[in-house]
């Protein structure tokens, strides 16, 4: 079992954007959010099949993007940026059932996901999350995800936080999280991950929380793990 870490927390980053003026704003920026994007978020909705949190009951309407939608935040132009859904920490028997919908690799725009401590969401990580290249957090940490990390997560290169423990996750931890050269914290610990731990690993430089602990990883601690 390999574990390093410090402190912990999601930061969740303030965006800015040039200045509109007025008219402009009226004038150009759509009134509803994009009704692709809305489907997408309607997909992963649709394959939660009990949610006690109650959360995705406030997902009516045409506006995904209206304050109403709870865990989903828009940039100007309406497309949708931010989707974070946590089980409240006031209640720990608060859960949600089902599977994560591959529709969700149909938010372009997307650059944090987060979706965390719900239990009971099951099945494999969809592979079309691996589009969703504008992403700097994906979390989906505490739930009870199957199968394999995907390969192609290697893709997404603007990824500065991957969180994916208290899972039963396995097989080998993909070499291919070593092009993820923007990584600054990583989370696999508390799943079924087997195999050694990727040489490619050294060319995360900019790492600072790496855990692996209580997996079944085999082989020596490469030394570059110290670097870390």
């Known amino acids: 079992m390999i574990g390093t870490r410090d402190s912990r927390f999601l930061s969740f980053s303030v965006f800015s954007y040039p200045p ?28 939660i099949v009990t949610d006690t949190t109650e959360s995705l009951s406030s997902w009516i309407g045409t506006d995904c993007c209206g304050e109403d939608w709870e865990g989903v935040q828009c940039n100007p132009a309406r497309r949708v940026i931010t989707l974070a ?18 529709s969700l690799g149909s938010l372009p725009f997307l650059e944090v996901l987060v979706i965390s401590g719900m239990k009971l969401i099951s099945g494999p990580i969809p592979d ?52 993820l050269r923007n990584l600054e914290l990583m989370n696999l610990e508390r799943n079924f991950l087997s195999g050694p731990i990727p040489s ?7 790492l600072q929380s790496f855990d692996l602990s209580f997996n079944s990883l085999s082989g020596s601690i490469p030394e570059f793990i110290g670097q870390f």
Do not use: W
Request: proline residues 5%; glycine residues 6%.
């Open 85 to 102: 859904l946590q089980r409240p920490a006031r209640d720990s028997s608060l859960y949600m059932k089902g599977t994560l919908s591959s």
């Open 20 to 47: 509109l003026s007025l008219a402009q704003t009226i004038s150009e920026a759509p009134h509803v959010c994009s009704e692709a994007d809305r489907a997408a978020l309607l997909g992963f909705k649709v394959k």
């Open 200 to 206: 490619s690993f050294k060319t995360l430089l900019h």
């Open 128 to 179: 079309s999350f691996s589009k969703l290249t504008r992403l700097t957090q994906l979390v989906l940490e505490d739930n009870s995800l199957q199968g394999n990390i995907p390969l192609s997560f290697g893709q997404l290169s603007h990824l500065q936080t991957l969180f994916l423990a208290g899972n039963r996750l396995k097989g080998a931890v993909p070499p291919s999280l070593g092009n």
